[in-house]
């Protein structure tokens, strides 16, 4: 069974500070992405990775940064947390081939003070 | 650059009747079309995808690429089908696998 773990279910942070959310999966897939996910806008893609240390910006990727330094974990980085990056944060993952399913984590509900 | 439209942010029908979610892209390739469903405190889950042609819990989805649309039908709800919906798109080649989703449909069923 596919395994995407997020290594906070809430995470509350103040306005200024550095954020990192986790994400490892556990079915040595080759693509890690990260969206955020808000009423009425649905999913947005931040960053993918479709290898170690590759990394692609997605829709939406200013204020973020990402992190791969080994296969099965993808970290996700905010430098400087706004309140407008209040939300809920998905991670996914899938195989190399193109038209795979996509493998999902149970989110990080993120507010920012 | 692709597109996904859901136009009905909330639907509501009732238990037995027949339920369409709408889903229309744009995109000029050949894309493959999916819906994901995120039930109540559950993670988002794939449902079912057109390359597959499979009805996964009594849902279908039909690719209509004249009308550029991927509405997924169930001909008789059942309260459990309450959830949220997406349909996304691959764009294939070299995506990466990325997905582009539409906003979102929540649905409820009622008894």
């Known amino acids: 069974d596919v395994k995407v773990t997020q290594s906070s279910r809430y995470l509350v942070k103040r306005t200024g500070e550095k954020v990192f959310l986790e994400c490892v999966q556990d079915m040595d897939h080759e693509n890690m992405f990260w969206y955020r996910q808000d009423p009425g806008l649905g999913l947005r893609l931040i960053y993918f990775?479709?290898?170690?240390?590759?990394?692609e910006k997605g829709d939406i990727p200013e204020g973020y940064s990402v992190s791969r330094e080994k296969k099965e974990r993808f970290s996700l980085i905010l430098e400087s947390a706004s309140t407008n990056q209040t939300s809920m944060y998905l991670c996914?993952?899938?195989?190399?081939?193109?038209?795979?399913?996509?493998?999902f984590g149970p989110g990080t509900r993120l507010t920012v003070l | 650059a692709q597109r996904v439209t859901q136009p009905e942010k909330l639907l509501s029908v009732f238990k037995g009747a027949p339920v369409e979610l709408k889903c229309n892209y744009s995109y000029s390739g050949s894309p493959e079309l999916f819906w994901y469903v995120q039930y109540s405190r559950q993670r988002l889950q794939l449902l079912l995808r057109?390359?597959s042609r499979e009805s996964i819990k009594g849902f279908t989805a039909d690719l209509n690429k004249g009308e550029t649309s991927f509405h997924l039908k169930k001909p008789f709800a059942q309260e459990e089908d309450s959830a949220m919906y997406y349909c996304a798109l691959n764009a294939g080649g070299t995506s990466y696998g990325k997905l582009t989703f539409g906003q979102g449909t929540i649905l409820t069923v009622h008894p």
């Open positions: 996914a993952s899938s195989r190399y081939v193109s038209y795979n399913e996509q493998f």
């Open positions: 990775s479709y290898d170690v240390k590759m990394k």
């Open positions: 057109h390359i």
